[in-house]
């Protein structure tokens, strides 16, 4: 073992044979490190020689953020934090990521100006002074080494240059940063600019660099950029989690909390979903004549809606066992009544907010008022849908099947060729989706039968780095959970009945709506029309192009039904359209009724939600 006294002067000055004052630090040094053991111990003994060259002894302290080694990295730095009484380690038994890393050790940090640069050292030494000054003496709020402006001098092979330029590009394009790299790893800030933004800073890895220099921008903090000697240390490869899904991700991420959300009022998001419609309504003009779909709607029989109204409203109560069944399996056991208004409030909310808002207002929901975790909370509603997705393609697999054995199929393809564009697009996006739910059905079924959760070996085939780790375990936690309903032959038959039950409920609304118009079918083709396009239409709506998906669902509906059978096609969007209203008209009902009974504001439930979301997302 190494004693003080074998160190530099610095190394003395700054030892445990020299009283050691917290509060006289200015300056605090972090080194992110997992995985260091060959070069940890250089690091930070370069670092304290480097330091004590420019600063008076016992105004400075280096902090080891060491994330979750494997390695005897974790054992060198309580060695040297031994000797040295200006080194701290601080030790993580799971990995924080390089941001969650950074963050804890500087919440810790006694100094006012907070620095950290990468422990390979590939930024040249001579620079510290430059970014720790920069930011100790006022000049800047937050300083950042730059590889890319002219007048530094960077060795940057073409495998890490191209792809560093192609980010940085992509940064300043979206971000508006104005910086040449956001990357560096050698950086510092004053205590005063962290404390203000690091609460706004949402990503623990390697973004966490960028979104603090962007953050710090938009808060008013002036950064300073200035050019560094830098050589590339180690082999570097494009990491496909890390730098596509990852970083990606978050610049979109940023840019849209940045950029485009401060200008998004829920106002404007309903004014616009509304005017989604109007013009799919307008366009429908163009081959439709609305004027004899009034006529048709007010010559409908009241007393076949009404009928219509009662065994739709029947299923909720049914959606509510259902979700009791599903919870079950995740260990949580709760009333069907209580389960029923958190369904109506979270569909109610899917009809008033776009992109499904009202998803998330169903794990607030049971979070707020049961206790029942976030994951679980989506997990089990995930599974749902799942059953949902599975059952409506089912339905519409076993019609399609019965129309190519009776030789109609043809018939099908000629109602494509002929329909409008917007009845097209929904029965494409109607067929897309239903390929992705057996396929997902499938490997959830298969995966849980075999009792392995291959999510984390899937995601590390393409990437060893942290940020895969992350993702992979918020995966994991997820697809565990619905594999745990699928898993269970009991429960995969007993969700899975409901579900047919669910559904058969709501084609039989339909087809008593559809009925109402007394079209000219049999009673066998129409049950069986209804079954077709009420499943079509289902899954056309799944994208949240639109609040409750209104437009999918009618264009797709009135192209299957207008095309397959007499009915004439201002006959069926008006049973489209009534179909629709009455199924959200009582959504909505049972949804304020719901809220009143359970004491939920539906738009503070929606904020409230992602709030709660972000704050329990894992480090």
């Known amino acids: 073992m190494n004693n003080p006294a074998d160190g530099s002067d610095a190394e003395r000055a700054a030892g445990a044979d020299v009283t050691f004052d917290p509060d006289a630090v200015e300056v605090s040094v972090v080194l992110p490190a997992y995985n260091e053991a060959d070069t940890i111990e250089n690091t930070v003994r370069t670092t304290l020689d480097t330091l004590g060259a420019f600063l008076k002894p016992g105004t400075f302290e280096v902090i080891v953020a060491e994330d979750g080694c494997d390695d005897e990295t974790p054992a060198i730095a309580d060695r040297l934090a031994a000797e040295v009484a200006a080194v701290r380690h601080f030790h993580s038994d799971e990995r924080l990521g390089r941001g969650g890393a950074l963050e804890r050790a500087f919440d810790a940090a006694d100094g006012e100006t907070l620095v950290y640069f990468d422990t390979d050292l590939a930024t040249d030494m001579k620079h510290l002074e430059t970014l720790v000054n920069t930011v100790r003496n006022g000049d800047a709020d937050v300083a950042t080494g730059s590889r890319w402006m002219p007048e530094n001098v960077a060795d940057r092979p073409a495998k890490r240059g191209i792809p560093s330029k192609g980010y940085n590009g992509a ?55 200035f050019p560094v000697d830098w050589e590339p240390k180690g082999d570097s490869k494009v990491d496909l989690v890390r730098d596509v899904f990852g970083m990606g991700s978050q610049i979109i991420r940023t840019w849209w909390q940045l950029s485009v959300q401060p200008r998004v009022t829920r106002r404007m998001t309903l004014a616009a979903s509304a005017l989604l419609v109007l013009i799919a309504l307008l366009l429908s003009t163009q081959y439709l004549d609305f004027a004899a779909v009034f006529e048709h709607i007010r010559d409908a029989d009241p007393t076949l809606v009404g009928a219509a109204t009662v065994v739709y409203a029947l299923s909720w109560p049914l959606r509510g066992m259902r979700y009791r069944d599903i919870l079950a399996e995740l260990g949580f056991d709760e009333r069907i009544g209580f389960l029923t208004g958190a369904v109506f409030i979270s569909q109610t909310g899917n009809l008033v907010f776009p992109a499904r808002a009202g998803d998330a207002v169903r794990a607030y929901v049971v979070k707020a008022r049961r206790g029942i975790p976030y994951p679980s909370g989506f997990a089990s509603l995930a599974a749902e849908r799942v059953f949902d997705l599975l059952t409506i393609t089912v339905l519409a697999g076993v019609v399609l099947l019965s129309y190519a054995a009776t030789g109609d199929l043809a018939r099908v393809a000629q109602s494509l060729t002929g329909a409008s564009e917007s009845g097209r697009i929904a029965v494409i996006v109607a067929v897309g989706v239903a390929v992705v739910a057996i396929a997902a059905v499938a490997g959830i079924v298969l995966s849980a039968r075999s009792d392995t959760n291959r999510v984390r070996a899937l995601v590390t085939r393409f ?15 997820f697809v565990g959970d619905v594999q745990q309903v699928g898993g269970n032959p009991r429960a995969f038959m007993l969700v899975g009945a409901s579900s047919l039950v669910i559904w058969t409920l709501d084609v039989v609304t339909a087809a008593l709506v559809l009925a109402a118009f007394a079209p000219p079918l049999e009673l066998a083709t129409l049950v069986t029309i209804c079954f077709f396009a009420v499943s079509v239409g289902n899954l056309a709506k799944v994208i949240p192009l639109t609040p409750g998906g209104v437009g999918l669902y009618e264009a797709a509906f009135t192209l299957l039904v207008a095309g397959l059978t007499p009915v004439t096609g201002a006959v069926a969007l008006g049973a489209a359209i009534v179909d629709h209203f009455l199924k959200n008209a009582v959504t909505i009902v049972g949804g304020v009724l719901s809220m009143l009974a359970l004491n939920v504001s539906l738009t503070t439930a929606v904020e409230e939600a992602e709030e709660m979301e972000e704050a329990e997302e894992p480090a």
């Open 463 to 477: 990437s060893s780095d942290s940020y895969a780790d992350f993702v992979a375990g918020v995966l994991e936690r």
């Open 171 to 225: 940064v300043r394009l979206f971000l508006r940063t104005g910086l040449r790299d956001h990357q560096c790893g050698f950086k510092s800030i004053s205590r005063e600019a962290f404390e203000a933004i690091h609460d706004d800073v949402e990503d623990r890895h390697w973004f966490w660099d960028t979104e603090l220099l962007v953050r710090a921008q938009r808060a008013g903090f002036q950064v300073r950029e």
